[in-house]
């Protein structure tokens, strides 16, 4: 921080990955001929069930095929939430492909059942909707591949903090990705930082090396593995030595986590 006042920053991030965007299959609605004013009533079209993952919304879109008569102002699509929001998807569409996004679930579970129906207000139906997909962007950070270790603080005048950041392959499919982290802050110059966030996942095997002194070390896990006992990381450490330092002192720790910094003792 170089300025003279106190520095209040919070982060937020986003971040491109298959965990974080669902999509599901609804079944096609009913012949446009074969119910008059409401699918749902006249044709049991459509109760869907969703039993995971259990995350919470963010973004909630709609994409669809749309066949309809020569009255398309009478139709309307609409589709209620496990929590019981009822949105309108759209209304008067006239024959076409469609993808509409609501933020009316914004926040909401996931898990539950879906309710979608199409109406007619003049009683003939007329309208079908088919090849539906509903999409759904988790709004969790732990769903995300991109994660910080402090989403929120101070730093003062003529200080520096240090931040980390973790990229995550686990379930993720190998390929490119990318992800922004934005800090918001009361700079009176520069409120808003953007910092992009490239990721490539491959099959690779890396070795990593570490420089390790004789006596106390200062460690870190360097890379996200299956094993995190210390001995099996460090097999040169001293037993019983890994220890972190936190508001009540030295606390002895027997497994590594990333970004968390150890105390390890090693021989000479």
Known sequence: ????????????????????????????????????????TDQDWIEYDISEPNIAM??????????????????????????????????GLESGTYSVSLDSFSGELLPGTWTLWIEDTYGDGGHQATNIIMSVESAAPENNWLSVDSYSGTVSPSETQNINVLCDATDLLEGNYFGEITIHSNDPFESEVIVEIYFTVGDSEYDVSISII????????PVGLDDTQYQIIFPNSIENTLYTFG?????????LQLGT???????G
């Not at 749309?66 to 019981?84: A, H, I, L």
């Not at 004789?214 to 896990?221: P, R, V, Y």
């Not at 508001?247 to 497994?255: A, F, I, R």
């Open 58 to 91: 963010n973004n909630w879109t709609i994409s669809f095929n749309w066949e309809t008569d020569w009255w398309p102002t009478e139709s309307s699509f609409w589709v209620t939430s496990p929590n019981g929001t009822t949105a309108e998807i759209a209304s």
């Open 1 to 40: 921080n170089t300025g003279s006042e106190v520095l209040v920053y919070t982060l937020t991030h986003s971040a491109s990955g298959t965990r974080d965007d669902y999509e599901f299959n609804v079944p096609d609605s009913p012949n446009q001929y074969d119910w008059d004013y409401n699918t749902l």
């Open 214 to 221: 004789s006596d106390w070390n200062m460690i870190g896990l």
């Open 247 to 255: 508001t009540t002192g030295y606390s002895s720790e027997t497994e």
């Open 261 to 267: 910094g150890y105390w390890l003792r090693f021989d």
